[in-house]
C-alpha cells in the first residue's frame, strides 16, 4: 500500500476552478492506477476519474467529461485533477486512491478495486 494525502480543496463559487492534488509515498505509485472519488452527505461514494500508471489513458464519470482532467507526475509521485466549470451538485468529499493492481493499464471504476486511500478533502461550490 501506499500513503495517500490530498489538498487543494475549498470553497469556490459556481463557475469556478479548483485543482486537487494528491501525492504519495512509498515506491509503487508509478505503478498503479490512479483514481479520484467524491461522496456527498448521505450518498454512496462516486467515481470521479482514473488514470493508468503511465498516464496514457484516462477515464472519466459522464457528469465529469469536459471539465475535469486527470493528470500525474510520476517523477513527484503526485495525481492531480483540474475541475473546472463547477457547480453546486459538485460539492463532495474528494478522496484519491490507488488501485490495487500493479501494472495494470486497466483503470477500476469501483471503490473495491483500489487498496489505498487518502483521507479526503472538502470542495464547496456556492451558487
Known amino acids: 500500500q501506499v500513503q495517500l494525502v490530498e489538498s487543494g480543496g475549498g470553497l469556490v463559487q459556481a463557475g469556478g476552478s479548483l485543482r486537487l492534488s494528491c501525492t504519495a509515498s512509498?515506491?509503487?505509485?508509478?505503478?498503479?492506477?490512479m483514481g479520484w472519488f467524491r461522496q456527498a452527505p448521505e450518498k454512496e461514494r462516486e467515481f470521479v476519474a482514473g488514470i493508468s500508471p503511465s498516464g496514457g489513458t484516462t477515464y472519466y464519470a459522464d457528469t465529469m467529461k469536459g471539465r475535469f482532467t486527470i493528470s500525474r507526475d510520476n517523477a513527484k509521485n503526485t495525481v492531480y485533477l483540474q475541475m473546472n466549470s463547477l457547480k453546486p451538485e459538485d460539492t463532495a468529499v474528494y478522496y484519491c486512491a490507488a488501485g490495487g493492481a500493479y501494472f495494470s493499464v486497466r483503470i477500476p471504476l469501483a471503490p473495491a478495486g483500489y487498496d489505498s486511500w487518502g483521507q479526503g478533502t472538502q470542495v464547496t461550490v456556492s451558487s
Open positions: 512509498g515506491r509503487t505509485f508509478g505503478d498503479r492506477a
